[in-house]
Each structure stands twice: as structure tokens, then as C-alpha cells.
């Protein structure tokens, strides 16, 4: 059977969890280079994988399931929201003073240079694939690489080269991923940083073997459709609320015009009833004269009894 038939054959599980293995290491050690915290990079891998089976048709069928996925949890690690949370704005040192002084330097770049320096310097991406997944244009990729790599060797400069920028990459990520793990340091692997096929394939796939504690990739699935059950939910209880009260809406409103009552207003300077005073002798007059003509009057009809 050839590789396609065999990929072919995975259930979507199956192929799921294959790539949390290929991945989930990986991605563990850049999101900590990114955001200095080994639990705000835990969390960030674990919520890009939940997205990921969320919308697992679009990543199953993507020319680069392992960029979706990258790309998902770089943006969870530098959402702004984190800024909110004050047990996740102070960085996890490691315990070298040269680590925490290339750590210090790599979290006073702006975001947007740091991941472009993650990507090119630490994965190996080349240029048009870390302008592509930066969302950016080539020469402004180019430009925030430059610019970071001068704001890091102005700080320690021996690090302007990038072959000692990249080794030094890759030892402050495994230097944070072994220090959670509680393992004693030890000489970092060229490749910490970039997904490994071997990973897949140990018996112990389904979990890191190092770092901070991370879900599996069955508590993964399961969290991804809790959140997709919920969501659903809110969103038919919202509809249901909407059309009930614009069915009362339409059934109390009012089916022709209503004129408003105009609010009364007292008068004022005008006589109490009663204290109109005496008649003068014109008005006696008048009255007496309105009277006799009551009945048979010029100016008034009046039927006749027949």
C-alpha cells in the first residue's frame, strides 16, 4: 500500500492526532519564545489544536495542515487579550544568565519582529513562507527581520551572527521546555524547533514527552466539540429569544395611529366662578331682551305641534 492509500485510510482522528504528534512538541517550545511563559504557550497550542478540530475538514484538506496549525497558536500566544491577565504578563526565566539575558532582549521586540525572527532564524522558513504565514509583503518581512536582528545584536552583540542567533534560538526554547519538565539541561537538538517525523512515530506520540503538562489529543477533540456543542447552542437559544420577541413585538403593537394625548396645562388669570360681580343695566338689558325672544324669536326655529 503507497503513503496516499495509507493516508487515505486514517479516520479523521487518527489523522488529527498524527498531526498533534508530528506538531504539538514543536510548537510548545516557539510559543515560549514567543511569549516567555511555558503556561501561556501550553495554552495557546492547546486552544490551536481545539480550533483545529473544530474546523478540521478546512485543515484536513489545507496544503500545510503543520503552517495552519503554527499559525493558529502564534496568534493565540501574542493575542493582546494576555495583557488583561497579570499572572501571564511576567515572563518564566530560565535559569542561565545568558538565556535570560537573549530572553529580556527576543520580548522587547515588537510582536509582529519577534514571530518574523521566530520563523525565519528559529523554524527555518525561508523568506516567502515567513512573509506568507506573517501576513505580510517580502520587503516588509525582510524589513522586520533586519530590524530585529539589529535590536538583538545591539544588546548582545555577539549575536549578529545568524548562525549563533539561530543556535541561540534553539537553546532558550529547550532550555525553557526542560526547566518545566524538571530534566537537567542538556545540549539542544539543530531541529528543537521544527516539527520531527520521528515524533510521530515513538510509542509515546500522543503526549510531549517534555515541558509543561499538555492535553492529549483525545481531550483535545473532546474540548473542540464541547465548544462547538456550546456555542451552537448559544447561538439557536439567541435565535429562539430574537424571534419570540419579535413575534410579541407584533402581536401587542398597536395596528393604527395613535394620537398622543396632549398634557393639560392650567390657565391662569382668569376669575374665580361665582365672583363675576352684578349685572351692569346694558347687560340687563341684553338678558331680558334674550328671553321674550327664546321661543318665537326671529333668530331661533321652533317645530309647531300638529
Not at 71 to 97: G, K, M, N, Q, V
Not at 223 to 232: D, I, L, V
Request: charged residues 20%; proline residues 11%; hydrophobic residues 40%.
Amino acid at each position: 500500500m503507497t503513503d496516499g492509500h495509507a493516508a487515505q485510510a486514517l479516520t479523521p482522528a487518527q489523522a488529527f492526532d498524527s498531526l498533534y504528534a508530528f506538531c504539538a512538541p514543536a510548537l510548545i517550545r516557539q510559543a515560549y519564545l514567543l511569549t516567555g511563559r511555558r503556561e501561556r504557550a501550553r495554552a495557546a497550542v492547546e486552544r490551536a489544536f481545539q480550533l483545529a478540530w473544530q474546523r478540521w475538514p478546512e485543515v484536513a484538506h489545507d496544503r500545510d495542515p503543520a503552517g495552519w496549525i503554527r499559525a493558529t497558536t502564534y496568534e493565540c500566544a501574542l493575542s493582546p487579550w494576555h495583557r488583561f491577565i497579570p499572572r501571564r504578563r511576567l515572563p518564566d526565566p530560565p535559569p542561565d544568565p545568558v538565556d535570560r539575558a537573549f530572553q529580556r532582549a527576543l520580548l522587547r521586540l515588537p510582536p509582529s519582529y519577534r514571530r518574523t525572527l521566530v520563523l525565519y532564524d528559529g523554524v527555518g522558513l525561508d523568506l516567502p513562507e515567513t512573509a506568507a504565514e506573517t501576513e505580510a509583503s517580502t520587503p516588509a518581512a525582510a524589513n522586520r527581520l533586519l530590524h530585529a536582528r539589529e535590536a538583538v545584536a545591539a544588546r548582545l552583540p555577539e549575536l549578529a551572527d545568524p548562525a549563533e542567533l539561530h543556535r541561540r534560538l534553539v537553546r532558550l526554547a529547550s532550555a525553557g521546555h526542560l526547566a518545566a519538565a524538571g530534566s537537567p539541561p542538556s545540549s539542544p537538538s539543530p531541529s528543537a524547533l521544527a516539527p520531527s517525523a520521528s515524533a510521530s512515530s515513538s510509542p509515546s506520540a500522543n503526549r510531549p514527552t517534555a515541558g509543561p503538562p499538555i492535553a492529549g489529543p483525545v481531550a483535545l477533540r473532546a474540548a473542540g466539540e464541547r465548544t462547538s456543542r456550546f456555542w451552537t447552542r448559544s447561538a439557536i437559544a439567541l435565535t429562539v429569544i430574537i424571534v419570540g420577541a419579535t413575534a410579541l413585538t407584533l402581536r401587542t403593537a398597536p395596528t393604527h395611529y395613535l394620537a398622543p394625548v396632549s398634557p393639560g396645562r392650567p390657565v391662569q388669570q382668569l376669575p374665580a366662578q361665582g365672583m363675576l360681580g352684578p349685572l351692569s343695566q346694558q347687560e340687563l338689558k341684553l338678558s331680558t331682551k334674550l328671553r321674550k325672544e327664546a321661543a318665537g324669536g326671529p333668530a331661533r326655529l321652533e317645530p309647531e305641534a300638529r
